[in-house]
């Protein structure tokens, strides 16, 4: 079987992490493909569900990346993000799905490096933790591969 | 408004085991307001249990509705069909709501998802406090607009108690409401009024009398 290639959906805020992510392709930093980012306007944008959703759409690993704290556009958003994460780790770990598999992650527009390190660090420790439970199924050929909500 | 906390997540998932087509069903009053039973709660009680069982050989089927009211006729009935979708409905409202979804529907297993607490408010973003005993029979009138029946730990009418101490309870990690009833008194100049002792109540007004009812003749409708 080939190796275990994960999923990681990461949610990143527009004026931080998604142009540190620009400022990463000109400098020409390599980061694992396995990192899925989908732009937010604000880190703040995240709520649970949202999390969840995309570990019931598949991703094996999510996480969120907003501005340093006390750098929020909107000022309060990572913070609130923050607590949301927090909360999201909580009802992961109560399903089974595992909390470790969300993070949160703050950093500015200008930390290219820092956002490739990022990207490293969580295809690092998603694939040490392997499939989300639900993808084990999948990756065994028991079941259909894990869809959206009905 | 009624004051309520989700149950664990783990109860919950216990109590619904056997059925694989839930309805789970908000309600659009307090508990949204409280953050224990709104849509938004609805859509992760939804989602979490979808992804527990989706683990095992036993996938879940989540129907999710949020209606206006759940304690009054009128709104259940617009759910009937959904109702008789689903096994059963995993009521997210206060103990009234989850009542009438089950005298309503009394073929349906009613399952409660949270535990209702008290009549209270929030005070502050993510913090709900106990603010009427539900006695039956207010005094608030005397006691400047702070009630001892539901925020003094030992209920007392007279008080406080020997053990108030720099506004704070002895009992719980509290204020003092009798402190705090002191100090309004004084600021509105009703001082004196305390000194007036205050009878024993009739608890016969308040659940101690049984289940109670409030009727007016006057808004009946008869055919
Ligand atoms: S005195 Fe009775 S009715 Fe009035 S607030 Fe207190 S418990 Fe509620
Ligand atoms: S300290 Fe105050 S609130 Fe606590 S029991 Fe005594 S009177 Fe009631």
């Known amino acids: 079987m080939s190796e275990f290639q994960p999923k990681i959906v990461a949610f990143c805020c527009y004026y931080c992490a998604y142009s540190a992510a620009d400022l990463a392709g000109s400098m020409r930093l390599q980061y694992p493909p396995t990192i899925r980012m989908i732009e937010q306007p604000c880190s703040g944008r995240i709520d649970v569900q949202l999390i969840l959703q995309a570990f019931e759409d598949g991703a094996d690993g999510v996480y969120v990346a907003g501005c340093l704290e006390g750098d929020c556009h909107f000022l309060k958003g990572n913070y609130r993000a923050k607590l949301r994460v927090a909360q999201a780790k909580k009802i992961l770990d109560d399903v089974g799905i595992g909390g470790e598999r969300v993070e949160m992650f703050n950093l500015s527009g200008s930390m290219g490096p820092r956002f490739a390190e990022i990207a490293h660090e969580m295809h690092e420790k998603i694939k040490q933790l392997g499939p989300s439970p639900l993808n084990k199924a999948v990756a065994s050929g028991q079941l259909p591969a894990a869809s959206g909500s009905d | ?223």
């Open chain 2, 1 to 223: 408004m009624i004051i309520a906390e989700q149950k664990p997540f783990e109860e919950i998932a216990r109590m619904v085991e056997i059925f694989d087509k839930v309805l789970i069903l908000g309600c659009n009053e307090c508990v949204t307001v409280c953050l224990a039973g709104g849509e938004k709660e609805v859509g992760l009680m939804a989602t979490s249990l979808r992804l527990l069982r989706k683990q095992g050989d036993r996938p879940i089927i989540t129907l999710e509705e949020t209606i206006t009211r759940q304690c009054e006729w009128e709104y259940l009935d617009q759910i009937e069909k959904l109702a008789e979708e689903a096994e059963c409905i995993i009521s997210m409202a206060c103990g009234v709501g989850v009542q009438f979804v089950a005298e309503r529907f009394p073929d349906k297993w009613v399952i409660p998802a949270l535990n209702t607490k008290s009549a209270g408010g929030s005070v502050k973003h993510g913090l709900w406090e106990e603010r009427c005993g539900l006695c039956g029979e207010c005094i608030l009138h005397k006691t400047g607009g702070l009630c001892p029946v539901a925020r003094c730990s030992k209920r007392i009418l007279n008080g406080p108690c020997g053990g108030s101490q720099n506004g704070k309870c002895e009992v719980k990690d509290v204020d003092c409401i009798w402190d705090q009833i002191y100090k309004k008194m004084t600021i509105i100049g009703k001082l004196e009024q305390l000194l007036e002792i205050e009878p024993e109540k009739d608890w016969s007004k308040a659940r101690d009398g049984g289940p109670r009812k409030v009727v007016r003749e006057d808004v009946m409708i008869y055919e």
